[in-house]
């Protein structure tokens, strides 16, 4: 079940401890896909109402199978003040090319006409593989509000692709990969979401920072600490069960179970993965 009380305490925590501010409501570590739609409209109601004056940006994840539901729940993210919403592309019946992708999104869209729109981008998850360079030629004309990409996906030539014919655009593409982020941030990414920024949001802040200097070879202190934890917990089998449990023991927040078909990580890996976390000497000292 959603645990709504604890949203409170978790934006608190993400401000204080980890210095976020921006958040990525009802994705792939949320497991969105995973509730229905009256479980994600309570969720993305109480982190827009406990992320007031607090949180600068709270973009709601509105994909969905069923295009009259991520239809729905758009428009009830332009009800509730978000920021910005976001769709994955449909995964069972999939577009087989980028028109046919483009008319899905475009629906989803229109019906939040003065929200900021993405398209979160994760073949891995979806196996729907049109590469976003493509994706992007005319989608500003068929979708006025079309803001960026949510890039989760290894090929930097794709990113790379976007970003160099995109500068005249000013659209936001925001690396999903975070073992890979510097690499991302080097050919020109404006930011990043993804999972371990809830409890490594600090860590990253500093990297960014250190890249802007620029100061590389901080920048890289920091993103090969991060990949030796990550390279360490994915040989042990590293999903949203498992970062659910890292951020349990790093923050001190309970954030409960997966929903089925996902399972509860082990007491196994809880134990090693914290031990790694712990282990770790950051460059600031932590």
Not at 45 to 64: P, T
Not at 192 to 205: D, H, I, P
């Amino acid at each position: 079940q959603i645990n709504l009380l604890v949203i409170r305490q978790y934006v608190d925590y993400l401000v204080s401890e980890q210095n976020v501010k921006n958040v990525f409501v009802n994705g792939t570590t949320g497991e969105g896909l995973s509730l229905n739609i009256q479980e994600r409209k309570q969720l993305a109601e109480e982190w827009v109402c406990q992320g007031k004056d607090k949180l600068d940006h709270v973009i709601i994840h509105v994909g969905a199978l069923s295009l009259p539901e991520s239809q729905e729940l758009a428009r009830h993210a332009a009800a509730i003040g978000a920021s910005g919403i976001a769709v994955i592309a449909p995964f069972f019946f999939k577009p087989t090319n980028k028109d046919e992708l483009i008319a899905f999104l475009q629906k989803v869209a229109s019906e939040a006409p003065a929200v900021p729109f993405y398209y979160y981008h994760i073949p891995p998850l979806t196996g729907v593989k049109i590469r976003v360079e493509g994706l992007l030629d005319g989608i500003k004309e068929r979708i006025p509000t079309f803001q960026g990409v949510k890039f989760s996906d290894t090929d930097l030539l794709d990113l790379a692709q976007c970003i160099n014919k995109n500068e005249r655009e000013q659209l936001a593409f925001l690396y999903g990969v975070d073992e890979q982020l510097l690499s991302a941030l080097a050919i020109g990414a404006d930011g990043a979401v993804g999972s371990t920024y809830n409890y490594l949001g600090r860590k990253t802040n500093l990297m960014l920072q250190a890249f802007a200097k620029p100061d590389l070879a901080l920048a890289r202190k920091y993103q090969f600490l991060t990949g030796e934890f990550l390279n360490f917990v994915i040989k042990l089998g590293f999903g949203v069960a498992q970062t659910k449990a890292v951020m349990t023991f790093v923050s001190g927040i309970p954030m409960g179970p997966p929903r089925l078909p996902l399972v509860d990580a082990s007491e196994e890996f809880i134990v090693k993965a914290k031990a790694k976390l712990d282990s770790i000497v950051w460059p600031d000292g932590d």
